[in-house]
DNA sequence: CTATGGCACGGATT
DNA sequence: AATCCGTGCCATAG
């Protein structure tokens, strides 16, 4: 149904040579932040290959003009009967639609490395002697995207001769600085240090630093009254010094903003803005069709360079055969970049029309769905599939941002479920009771299970949730 | 005796 | 071939 849309005939599906599958292959594996990379390093090595100022849309070709969207696609899709509208867009083109308040440091949601070391350098740099700076400087050039660096002080400390005292000094010195927590070695050092930092403007909660420091696993999984009978106190405490670890302080300091971003897998972060596939409501309008937008990572397309063909004609003979191989190379990679896309665009908007009451309700009602499945309705390779998932990011209507896998988490739908009935419940409900509740409305899963599922969902045993707030 | 969590096995999925 | 996930069995706590 959906195949009418796209009519596009230089859009042939099934690779001509091994070499276009290889590639086709490695760039599908790829998220927009290596393939960026990747599209750079072609560009830098390969002068048969440029970047075309003017904008065309990747479906109809058609030149964009203004706006974000192709308006000839737009027109087209909105006259035919389907569901969904798809785009293809480019970083600038999508910047309205991601959240873009990042501070100065970022730009596309990631971290600037050239500046953030170079802005702490600037703030400590002062109180710090020559040797205490290049020590500084060596654990700088060290820190990973979120700002985390394991610091081996012993090393540092033979390796620039000065004291350990030293490099211990510096290391606090940076980690006060002020994307205050940078240069721990995790998110819980990270929150100790601003815990220390904010004590000394103001009051905090008297535990808070104890369980970040002693209770972490069990804070991640929001086990509250779990804490509170280890330390003997009050739960409502435990809630409240929870409450203000949420508000006041950041497990990545390096990144502007954490919300509900998380999830429930403890390290499983994803970050805004890196979406690779945006899915929203035409005009933001909740009753309209969902409009899918896979973004390319350039904020032009790719074409082969004209004036190189033209000198390919005029040139020596021995050249020439160089030269060739340059401007196949370079069609070749403008194909299976063309392939990639129109992969992933397919695929999504056969998961869009599956998961459609998904995207709109709410978890409830996704659907188990497999990679395989998927790869049948295309006709296509299961591992296809598997790589045009994997390592890509989706942002939701609602502005919240999932790694692409979410559409076949076989279990969410049912993790709901009992979420759901644990909320209503009166009485705390063992598992196995719940076990039965759930067969009732149908879905007939092991005990042991339950206990699975709820204890991903960070919900406390029965016999621990006696007291209900809200 | 009941409720729950740890470990590990086997089948499905990637 | 490697990994993930549901489940059964068993130990432990209450």
Known sequence: MYQKINTKPHLNTKPQTTAHLAQTMAL????NGELEEEIQ?????????????????????????????????????????????????TREQAKPFLDGDNDQYFEDGTVDTQTLPEYILRQIGVELGDNEKLVAASILT??????????????LSSYYHVPISSVEKVKKAIQHADPIGVGSKDAQEAMLVQADELKRIRDIPELTEKIIAENYRQLLKKQYQEIAR?????????????????????????????????????DDFVRLGEADIVLSYLDNDPQNVIVIEIFQPMNSNLILNAAYQQALKDSEKEIKMKMREDLDRASLF?????????????????????QEKYIREGDRYLKPITRAQIAKKL??????????????????????????????????QIRTEIKGIIEEE??????????KKLEKRGISIARRTIAKYRDMEGIPPAYQRKERSS
């Open 379 to 412: 006709n296509v390779h299961e591992s296809t599939v598997s790589r045009a998932v994997s390592s890509k990011i989706v942002q939701m209507p609602n502005r919240k941002v999932y790694p692409l896998s979410v559409f076949f988490d076989r279990s969410l």
């Open 334 to 354: 403008i194909k299976c970049l063309q392939q990639r896309t129109n992969t992933i665009l397919r695929m999504m908007q056969l998961l869009v029309t599956i």
């Open 142 to 155: 060290q820190i990973d995207e979120d700002g985390f660096v394991d610091v081996d002080v012993l090393e």
């Open 230 to 266: 280890e330390l003997d106190v009050t739960s409502s405490k435990v809630e409240e010094v929870a409450l203000f670890i949420t508000e006041n302080l950041n497990p990545f300091p390096a990144r502007s903003s954490w919300g509900d971003i998380r999830d429930q897998n403890k």
């Open 28 to 31: 599908l594996n790829m998220g």
């Open 426 to 435: 009166k009485e705390p409900l063992s598992d196995l009771q719940i076990m």
């Open 41 to 89: 390093k072609n560009l830098a090595s390969n002068p048969a290959l440029e970047v075309d100022e003017v904008k065309h849309c990747a479906i109809c070709g058609g030149v964009i003009l203004e706006g974000t969207r192709c308006r000839n696609c737009l027109n087209k899709q909105l006259q035919g009967e389907s569901q969904f509208l798809t785009f293809v867009s």
